[in-house]
């Protein structure tokens, strides 16, 4: 199972223009867990100073569909939702864990953990993905 979703996730990575600007980089990954990491950049701060509420959110995001989408059914997120809890700075590196909750035939419940290079929770993300009938060609 863990070759299988390696696949797909390389599958999705080489076609995800976005996570590879965000500079995402995969720690782990299976079926049902995608552990993330990025450094947070000086254009992705707003105008306070501290990271746009968006890169943690898309760092969580793209933890999601890896996560989800390991087991071969193509999956998209039908609902999310983020909570922010620590400011998140420049040069800080983020790490995004990503662990299902509950997979059922149509869908699937994830909790998605970022923590910064202190190991502080800095958000905790919920995302729940509908499973399509179609599979993964791979």
């Known amino acids: 199972m863990k070759d299988k979703a390696?696949?797909?996730i390389d599958k999705m990575y080489l076609n995800d223009p976005f996570t590879k600007w965000l500079g995402i980089e995969r720690v782990e990954?299976?079926?049902g867990k995608s552990v993330l990491r990025m450094t947070v950049k000086n254009e992705m701060l707003n105008g306070f100073g501290i990271a746009h509420g968006g890169i943690t959110y898309s760092l969580a995001d793209s933890a999601l569909a890896?996560?989800?989408?390991?087991y071969g059914k193509m999956c998209v997120s039908v609902e999310t939702s983020?909570?922010?809890m620590v400011a998140v700075k420049e040069n800080d590196v983020l790490t995004a864990i990503a662990e299902?909750?509950?997979i059922k035939n149509k869908?699937?419940?994830?909790y998605v953990k970022i923590v910064n290079q202190h190991n502080e929770t800095v958000a905790l993300f919920k995302g729940t993905v509908y499973r399509k009938e179609k599979d993964w060609e791979i």
Do not use: P, R, T
């Open 6 to 8: 390696k696949k797909i």
């Open 29 to 31: 990954e299976s079926a």
């Open 66 to 70: 890896f996560a989800s989408n390991g």
């Open 82 to 84: 983020i909570s922010h």
């Open 100 to 102: 299902e909750i509950s």
């Open 107 to 110: 869908f699937g419940i994830y």
